[in-house]
């Protein structure tokens, strides 16, 4: 009874915590600020929101490294939506920092803002996802994924691993229109095109989200009772089909091949135990890398303006050795 | 009352009962899948339980079924309730966090669980009632706040779920059917008998038609608003938690997204109008039932997913449409025209 009630508590300041972070932000707002140490670099983030594990690890990430480094390190959650992103972006120059990183959540409609922050001398650091623009001045440089690298790396395990005259693939595709949707589809039918014993039957999305991979799976079962491989654009939606395939009576990883994206930690539990059988990792740990670069680009040294995270590709024979050093 | 009421139906032909055309939507479907592949009807025994796409539609539109009941109360009474959606990922949190970092157990947490979702409708039954905002943005604050609400009870994190009995809820079976068919079965016969053989559902009518004028004949509207809303969350709470049963996990951030709007559809579907006042549980289940169909229909014919809605909003809009008196008149008004013309 008492470990319960110490646990209520858990639950209790984990939900109180940001009410007591909001009353002392408010009750400091006005003094505060003002005592910053003036040579303390100062550095605005306005992160797309909190959608998946991958997107809080890529947080924690930055954080940590600001914390590391002793950067004053202002953070900004979209939400979602681009307008609060923008607004971000113009407070943060209002505010005088020293750089903008900034992950935007759609491609378009960012010049306006970008000028602003151009104007005010403030370089802006692109991560995980590029921007479309005509004038290049707007950004130092850009870190992030190559999505269609990521399905070419699947596909290549595939053709090298799965043997078979006829092997059928069904996709589970992410939310439709989404650039790593699009760019993990390019990328792994690049590959498959190239090998005639590999074909995908069914392309069909699961929006990223774990039931629907479920749901979706249990009736690709019914309508295929001959699939290979599970070809999935994220790990949720594979998980969520293990489970499909198991109320099917069916064994993952071994009556079907499953592989996936973005290597999450419970991914990774789930390889070790024979249930997927391959996943393309795609870092979310960008914050040393990118604090490197914004010291790069602050100091006026020489750095590249595109650099690509380079990612692994795991299945059963390496999983287990780096299994334990997984955070997310 | 409901005697009277059943009486009238019977004497009305059979084209102005308004289940009449979410059944119209599912006949559609059924012929459809007839035609181009009527192994989508194959249901066989597996592992003791049965097994098909029309096992699907059910065990997968549980969910959806579960929120349209309760929307259909809120709707009945001129209200909407938008925060369902993010009240499921709030209730799947609340009782995976419960169940496996408490170590409670499920006969413990579920209850909590279903008070404190109940609650959170309540909030937003007040808001309407004492603090006199619109339903849609008294209950928008919560859509918006409550996906908080559950990321902060799982510290921004999946929560896995292992036990037994919790799994049972989303994968179970009783006689061969899904567990979470029979539940929403009990529900919705509970929630029918004591609306229809009471005089609750005529009450809610009531309030739906003329808030005013009922309240001047002496019916308590905002206490019967409060009980509505509370039941909705209650009941999105618990189809939250049959989501994270279902897939051994209760993710806060994904859960329940848009569900809201597949809520609303089956209500709408099922020939509850928006404006509130006369509401049919049944024809909610019905919408449920169609909307789910659809979209294995549109994965067994392999539409892809980008075109996907189309189809599906042809569907709905129609189904609606005929609902309307004045767009069936206008319709049969054209072709005796055209019948005259020829």
Known sequence: MKSYSSQFMTLFTRLAAPAMLLASALLTGCGGGGDAANEQLKIGFAQVGAESVWRTANTDSLQNEAKKRGVDFKFSSGEGKQENQIRAIRSFVAQGVDLIILSPIVETGWDPVLKEAKRAGIPVLLMDREIDTADESLYAAFIGSDFVEEGRLAAQWMVENVKGDEVKIVELEGTPGSAPAIDRQNGFKEVVDKHSNFTIIESQSANFRRSDGKDLMESLLKLHSDIDVVYSHNDDMALGAIQAIEAAGLKPGTDIIIISIDAIKEAFEAVVAGKINCIVECTPLFGPLAFDMAEKILNGEPYERRVVMKDGVFDQTNAAEVIDSRKY | ?342
């Open chain 2, 1 to 342: 009352m409901s005697k009277a009421a059943e009486s009238t139906v019977s004497k009305k032909s059979l084209r102005d009962n308004p289940l009449i055309w979410p059944l119209a939507g599912l006949a559609l479907v059924i012929a459809f899948n007839l035609v181009t592949g009527p192994e989508f009807f194959s249901v066989s025994v597996r592992d003791g339980h049965l097994y098909g796409n029309l096992v699907d539609i059910f065990s997968q539109g549980a969910r959806v079924m579960l929120l349209a009941l309760g929307m259909t109360l809120v709707i009945a009474t001129g209200g909407v309730d938008l925060s369902v959606g993010a009240v499921m990922a709030i209730g799947g949190a609340l009782a995976a966090t419960f169940v496996t970092q408490m170590g409670y157990g499920l006969y413990v947490a579920l209850p909590i669980t279903l008070i404190i979702v109940g609650t959170l409708g309540f909030f937003n039954g007040a808001m309407v009632v004492f603090g006199k905002i619109q339903p849609i943005i008294a209950t928008l604050i919560l859509m918006v706040a409550g996906r908080g609400v559950a990321l902060l009870i799982t510290d921004s994190d999946v929560v896995k779920i292992q036990d037994p009995a919790f799994l049972y809820l989303g994968k179970g079976y009783i006689l061969g059917i899904p567990f979470s068919l029979w539940l929403v079965a009990v529900i919705f016969l509970v929630m029918a008998v004591s609306i229809r053989k009471t005089a609750l559902g005529l009450l809610i009518e009531a309030v739906g038609d003329n808030e005013h004028a009922s309240r001047f004949s002496g019916i308590e509207a905002g206490r019967l608003k409060l009980i509505v809303y509370a039941v909705c969350g209650a009941l999105a709470g618990l189809a939250g938690v049959l989501d994270a049963a279902s897939v051994s996990a209760a993710d806060p951030m994904r859960v329940g997204e848009l569900k809201e709007l597949d809520a609303i559809f089956a209500v709408v579907i099922g020939g509850t109008a928006l404006t509130g006042g006369r509401f049919l549980l049944f024809g909610s289940i019905l919408g449920a039932i169609l909307l789910q169909a659809l979209t294995l229909t549109l994965y067994n014919a392999g539409v892809s997913a980008a075109v996907a809605p189309v189809p599906k909003a042809i569907v709905i809009v129609g189904v609606c449409l005929l609902q309307s008196e004045r767009f069936r008149k206008q319709i049969t008004n054209i072709t005796k025209f055209g019948g005259k013309a020829s």
